[in-house]
Nanobody, 127 residues
């Protein structure tokens, strides 16, 4: 039974930082793509960052490059999203999800929600 559990969401002032964690369990294969998505109130869900756990390859949305950092632990069971220099527009419910691969097109991550098949319940970030 595949399970993803997010934690770390909170309310912070603009310019502040948060650290989100996604713990996964129930996987047969170690290597897959873990993505962080966010959904602001009344808006569609969008991809923020992703990491392929095998090689550690990372991908970011342009809106968060240089501010957010995705990483995994050595056991590849926990993926962390460090959020720095937070802006009001970063306010959203943040979700982690898994896919077989981090699909790339034209040199960039496609950020497609439909590519991801297992999702956590989300953690709220308010700036």
């Amino acid at each position: 039974h595949v399970q993803l559990v997010e934690s770390g969401g909170n309310s912070v002032q603009p310019g502040g930082s948060l650290k989100l964690s996604c713990v996964r369990s129930g996987y047969t294969y170690t290597d897959n793509c873990i993505g962080w998505f966010r959904q602001p109130p009344g808006k569609e869900r969008e991809g923020v960052a992703a990491i392929y756990t095998g090689a550690g390859t990372t991908h970011y949305a342009d809106s968060v490059k240089g501010r957010f950092t995705i990483s995994r632990d050595s056991a590849q069971d926990t993926v962390t999203l460090q959020l720095d220099s937070l802006k009001v527009e970063d306010t959203a419910m943040y979700y982690c999800a898994t896919a077989g691969l981090c699909r790339v097109r034209g040199g960039g991550w496609t950020r497609e929600v439909a590519d991801f098949d297992h999702w956590g319940q989300g953690t709220q970030v308010t700036v």
